[in-house]
């Protein structure tokens, strides 16, 4: 997997003081898409230990307290992603627990496969849905246009339990 940037403090993409990591790869190709750049899965540079590392030790940070780490993109929920972002939630979890994970996708949750759906106990918040430039409202909170949904996923059952928060 490649991204496209890395913002090590970042507060407008989620709740609270994050880091926000932008992967490269979107197969929706929404007309009016902010960020057509990262379409390209060989956008960018390649996802590595490093960058892994980078990010646990900047959520680990006790001067800059961050609430947790956001992926988007690009979509983090294409198939091609997976393999390298579910070691990545699966270790965020692990090791730094209070930590929560926002992802931005352009797969409504219904859709989601069985392999993305590995992803989901991993997940506090997810915003479902392509952009669709005839709904767009800048007013909007986390989202750009009024089809897409801010889902808070209950770790109860995180296959099922969906509690929509906007
Ligand atoms: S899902 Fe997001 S990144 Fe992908 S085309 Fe739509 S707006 Fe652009």
């Given amino acids: 997997m490649n991204y496209l940037q890395y913002y090590p403090v970042d507060i407008i993409n989620g709740e609270g003081t994050r880091c926000t990591l932008f992967v490269s790869g979107c197969t929706h190709a929404c007309k009016g898409c902010y960020n057509q750049k990262s379409w390209s899965f060989s956008a960018g540079v390649e996802f590595d230990s490093v960058m892994e590392e980078h990010i646990i030790k900047d959520l680990k940070d006790t001067r800059i307290k961050r609430q ?3 992926l988007s993109g690009g979509d983090p929920m ?4 997976i393999e390298t972002l579910l070691p990545l939630v699966q270790r965020i979890k692990r ?3 209070d930590k929560d994970i ?3 996708t352009g797969y409504q949750i219904d859709e ?3 392999k993305q759906r ?7 918040v ?6 669709e430039q005839e709904k767009a409202d800048p007013a909007l909170i986390w989202r750009g246009s009024a089809n897409q949904k ?5 770790k109860d059952n995180p296959q099922i339990d969906f509690i929509q928060l906007f």
Avoid at 78 to 81: S, T
Avoid at 126 to 131: A, L, S, V, Y
């Fill in 68 to 70: 947790g780490l956001t």
């Fill in 95 to 97: 090791e730094c627990p």
């Fill in 112 to 114: 989601l496969d069985e």
């Fill in 150 to 154: 801010v889902y808070r996923i209950s």
């Fill in 126 to 131: 997810i915003i479902d849905g392509k952009f």
């Fill in 118 to 124: 590995q992803m989901l106990p991993y997940i506090d």
């Fill in 78 to 81: 294409h198939p091609n992603n």
């Fill in 102 to 104: 926002w992802v931005w």
